[in-house]
């Protein structure tokens, strides 16, 4: 009895344990929180938030906030799972924590990421894109590193696209999208020779970029204008992605400007929700690296006295003329300093479904490492998007800049004789005018060289939905550009001297609009057809006014304006050119498998001569989803297979303004000082499009989702390619613009991304690759051209248009010190018996890679992240400035590389430096200057640390990043620079390359 009482309390006690403890464990409480893109900090709605192991489940408000029930229990050991198409998978612990921030990542290169395609449709996933197109995000754009354009900033982030360097600030930059798609200028005896822009389009927002280049203006604008690069007034931090577009299917739309490609840049706008504040800091300083290896004083004194000797001067004469054998001035730490970079950034969005609005502010100071060079812009963009009504939405962006440059330093150039004293004994500057160069320190405290402008980029755009799948829209946009140069060489150092001082001033002023109105239809038929017609007509126009001014004779240096010149001279031009089209675009889709797409586009420009001022491009591209057929559909390694192809027409417009139909100049020069015109060039009505031929075979592959690889196979056939030619002095011109050849590109893009580690910590590998060859393969009227020996560039069948043509190199010869060269026939013989016409010169090599692209990698773990860029190119050829080692020709008056210290001094050296003279015979275009441009460069490592929300709570809920970059950091070169001497690192540029280390933050409320 006893026992079976003790037995009953037992489980009494056990069941009411077991009911106690079920109660605690269905006490219930809520975690909440919010989930964010870890681009920019917008909330993203939509996101499914699951409780890992339950079928408990929520998604996130259009504000990216979430609320999710949960037990004690749950709270305290579960796992929260967050997950959006198109986006990395995250997992986040509880702890017991009640509210949970989360930021998602955008996964690489998935078909569901939305592609722009154009400025003419709206995005669209990119399963549904049959074109060549690749996109890079803001985050893929890495804007927080030093670099003053988003242009150099697309370097080896794209397959296919080679970005040309180069170390000056706010100039053009060229971009070549999968090889050069125009001639390249050849030089004639009277002006630079006209060929097509070989230049991308660049459309922002709808709205065309006008292009930065010579055009048709007179002779007077030929020499000291400088060129700023229109691409800099857009700020990186405002852009939200980059579309480039390669093949035909995808820039057949845009016709007769698309040849050389299309990049559209769409910048950010507001998102519906609570209004965010964003505040970004960052500076930096900027180190020489790679500078070229200078003679010192005495070296330089003895090379000096060396050449006066070799030329038969007495041993007295040839020290006198030498110089000082103890003076040794530093000029290149004279004339440069550590660059310094600052950026300030601010913008402010939000809004509601109905208005959407964006607001930024920022300012760009660079100073270069070379003194009298610096940078300064200031960036405002707004942008506002509103549901006026149901069916009626409008657009509008404004975006102004304003900018200021120096481009005062010319050390670089002319490198100044290091056996001179910098200064006289009073202070004042030391005086070289028996040397014929001006002392730099005296040009970077008394002459100037420097711009003022802006630039003003903006359009509105009405979209009405008319019917239910039937909408018109309509937009405006104008891009306006405006540069003055002031340059002034004052009468105190050798630029001015004889001339009493020296100012002259160039305005540029562009002033392009674009305005065009469209339909589009979208059916679907029984749920399984989907179509999609575009069909609008387009009007542009492009106005550009120069004005140059020049005077001569101040009386005081300070009073430098025009007006003050003793002497005045002027000049303007004019150049305009209009255009209309007529474009449409229908494409198919069924169920979500097979696609076709169809674009055409008719133009009309005044760039041609009257009959042929019209022509028309079209395309049609196919697609295959072959991974939604029923045989592939549940294969578990595979999760995309697609193939595309494409083929079509594109044209290239852009050689200037009425060159077709002959240019006049007027001037006061005529009879009784009347104004009088004369024909500056021949007209050619004849003149016609050059037209391209693209030939686009792409696969996609995604495998065990995580690795993405697409590649693209290509052909690009461009005929009755442009080039002004030299013809015939009966004519009365010595050249005219033509259509002169065909030539062709071929080559293959990849990339392929890969998400490496997935979890708590994640990787990922981006790697991009674009091969090219391109041929010339008709010079019509079997023909070939040739620019100077200097430029040493070919027209001519067989060859590239890139095509470095010159003379191979043999050595020195042992006994007398002259260069050797091996003629057309094969044989070596010395330098004064080789005939040096550009007729008997030949192939030495391409100035274009063989192949180039970057390596990218990604580490994050929490909120650290770690971002590694390589680039990397191979097979390029460059020809560097032979002035360097001029043999001792201009000893007299400049410095020299120190690998003339290694020169031919006496019968029996064996050198590759000959024996220094100014009267032997020189060859400039010769394989002895002539580089392997094959390189590895470790362009950026950046390091970005979020602050976590338990610190940044206490400060009101802000998101705070802070990050440091280092940039440039170090090179690999194929062909090494000998030691102590000089190579490819170092003679690549004019001015050296800048190291960059920076650091910066970046608060978000």
């Known amino acids: 009895m006893r026992v079976a009482m003790i037995l009953r309390r037992c489980l009494l006690y056990f069941f009411f344990s077991l009911f106690v403890s079920s109660l605690s464990a269905q006490t219930s409480s809520s975690v909440t929180g919010d989930v964010l893109l870890d681009e920019d900090s917008q909330p993203l709605p939509g996101v499914t938030v699951a409780l890992k192991g339950t079928a408990l489940a929520t998604a996130t408000d259009n504000n990216g906030r979430f609320r999710l029930t949960l037990t004690a229990r749950q709270l305290t050991s579960g796992i929260l799972v967050f997950s959006l198409v198109g986006h990395n998978r995250r997992e986040a612990r509880i702890n017991g924590r009640t509210i949970i921030r989360v930021l998602l990542s955008k996964a690489s290169n998935t078909m569901t990421d939305v592609v722009v395609t154009n400025s003419y449709s709206k995005p669209r996933r990119k399963e549904e894109v049959v074109g060549s197109i690749a996109t890079v995000s803001s985050k893929e754009l890495q804007t927080s590193r030093p670099i003053e354009s988003f242009d150099k900033m697309l370097e080896g982030l794209v397959a296919g696209v080679q970005v040309e360097p180069n170390t000056e600030l706010g100039t053009p930059v060229r971009i070549n999208i999968r090889g050069q798609n125009s001639l390249t200028p050849l030089l004639t005896s009277n002006r630079t020779a006209l060929t097509t822009s070989a230049q991308p389009l660049f459309v922002i927002d709808g709205v065309p970029i006008v292009e930065q280049r010579r055009g048709d203006e007179t002779t007077a604008f030929l020499n000291n204008e400088q060129l700023l690069n229109p691409l800099a007034g857009v700020n990186p931090d405002d852009i939200e992605s980059i579309s480039v577009l390669k093949d035909a299917s995808a820039v057949a739309i845009y016709g007769a400007n698309a040849s050389n490609g299309v990049i559209i840049i769409t910048t950010k706008k507001g998102k519906a929700g609570r209004t965010r504040i964003g505040i970004g800091y ?19 004194h003895t090379l000096a006295k060396e050449l006066y000797l070799n030329e038969g001067r007495s041993p007295f004469d040839a020290e006198l003329l030498a110089g000082s054998a103890e003076v040794n001035t530093p000029w290149f730490e004279l004339t ?20 959407q609005f964006r607001v930024s502010a920022s300012y760009l100071g660079q100073q270069a490492i070379q003194k009298g060079n610096d940078l300064g812009k200031f960036y405002l963009r707004m ?6 009504t149901k069916k009626l939405r409008m657009g509008v962006v404004l975006a102004p800049t304003i900018t200021k440059k120096n481009a005062l330093n010319v050390y670089g150039e002319v490198p100044i004789v290091p056996n001179v004293p910098a200064y006289e004994a009073d202070g004042s500057f030391y005086q070289l005018g028996t040397l014929l160069v001006p002392n730099p320190l005296a040009i970077l405290a008394q002459n100037k060289a420097y711009h003022e402008g802006g630039s003003l980029n903006g359009n509105i755009n009405f979209d009405y939905s008319l019917l239910k799948n039937l909408r018109i829209s309509a937009n405006f946009g104008t891009d306006i550009l405006i540069n003055k140069l002031n340059l ?47 069909a609008g007509v387009e009007l542009q126009s492009q106005h550009t006014k120069l004005l140059r001014g020049e005077g001569s004779g101040f009386s005081y240096y300070r009073l430098n304006e025009l007006s003050n010149a003793q002497s005045q001279s002027s000049a303007s031009s004019r150049q305009t050119s209009n255009a209309y089209s007529i474009y449409g675009q ?40 072959m991974s939604k057929e029923s045989w592939l559909k549940n294969n578990r390694w595979l999760d995309v297979l697609r193939i595309r192809a494409s083929y079509g027409t594109t044209g290239n417009s852009r050689i200037g303004s009425y060159e077709a139909r002959g240019l006049y100049e007027f001037n006061s020069t005529g009879y009784n000082n009347l104004v009088s015109a004369y024909p500056s060039t021949t007209a050619n009505p004849n003149l016609g499009w050059e037209k391209s031929y693209k030939t686009n075979l792409g696969i ?23 080039s002004l030619l030299n013809i015939p002095a ?5 050249s005219v613009l033509a259509n002169t050849a065909r030539m062709r590109n071929r080559g293959f893009d990849l990339n392929i991304s890969s998400q490496n580690i997935t979890g708590a910590v994640n990787w990922t590998t981006t790697l991009t690759l674009g091969f090219n060859k391109n041929i010339i393969q008709e010079v019509k009227n079997k023909s070939s051209f040739y620019s100077s020996s200097e430029n040493a560039s070919v027209l001519r069948e067989g060859v590239s248009t890139s095509a470095i043509w010159g003379f191979t190199w043999a050595g020195v010869d042992p006994a007398t010190g002259k260069e050797l060269f091996y003629n057309k026939a094969g044989a070596v013989v010395p330098v004064d018996l080789l005939d040096i016409s550009m007729t008997n010169a030949y192939y030495l090599g391409d100035r274009l890679p063989k192949l180039q692209g970057g390596l990218i990698n990604n580490v994050s773990y929490k909120g650290l992240t770690l971002t590694v860029n390589l680039l990397y190119s191979l097979g390029g050829k460059r020809l560097i400035n032979y002035r360097n080692e001029w043999n001792g020709r201009n000893l007299d008056n400049r410095n020299q590389s120190v690998n003339l210290l290694d020169r031919w001094q006496k019968p029996g050296d064996v050198t590759n430096i000959p024996r220094l003279s100014r009267t032997t015979r020189f060859v400039t275009n010769s394989s002895r200057f002539l580089y392997d441009d094959t390189y590895l460069k470790l362009s950026n490592v950046t390091l970005t640390y979020t602050v976590p929300k338990k610190w940044t709570d206490k400060l009101g809920g802000v998101r705070l990043t802070v990050f440091a970059n ?14 102590g001497r000089n190579g490819l690192q170092e003679y690549k540029f004019n001015f050296p390359e800048a190291r960059s280390f920076t650091w910066g933050v970046r608060a978000s409320f």
């Not at 180190?287 to 004083?297: A, D, E, Q, T, Y």
């Not at 942008?383 to 006026?388: T, W």
């Not at 009966?730 to 010595?734: A, Y």
């Not at 440039?968 to 090494?976: P, R």
């Open 730 to 734: 009966e004519n009365g011109f010595p």
């Open 383 to 388: 942008r506002l998007d509103n549901q006026l």
């Open 336 to 355: 440069n300093r550590y660059g310094s970079f600052t950026n300030v950034d601010v913008d402010l969005s939000g809004g509601n479904e109905t208005s």
């Open 966 to 979: 280092g940039t440039n950091l170090l090179y690999w070169y194929k062909e090494k620079s000998p030691a």
């Open 282 to 300: 960052s500076a930096g300083i900027n180190v020489p690296f790679n500078r070229i290896k200078w003679l010192s004083g005495q070296d330089y």
């Open 700 to 722: 996609d592959i995604g495998l065990f989702k995580r690795i993405n690889i697409t590649a693209d196979v290509y052909e690009s056939i461009v005929d009755d390619a442009i």
């Open 488 to 534: 002034f060489e004052s009468a105190q150092n050798a630029t001015g001297r004889t001339k009493g001082g020296f100012a002259q001033i160039y305005d540029r002023t562009n002033f392009s609009w674009i305005g065009f109105s469209q339909l589009n239809w979208s059916p679907v038929w029984r749920k399984i057809h989907q179509f999609d017609f575009t």
């Open 586 to 625: 229908a494409l198919y889709n069924y169920q979500q498998k097979y696609f076709v797409t169809l674009s055409g586009r008719y133009d009309a420009a005044s760039v041609f001569g009257t009959d042929v001022s019209s022509t028309t491009n079209a395309s049609v591209g196919m697609g295959w989803v």
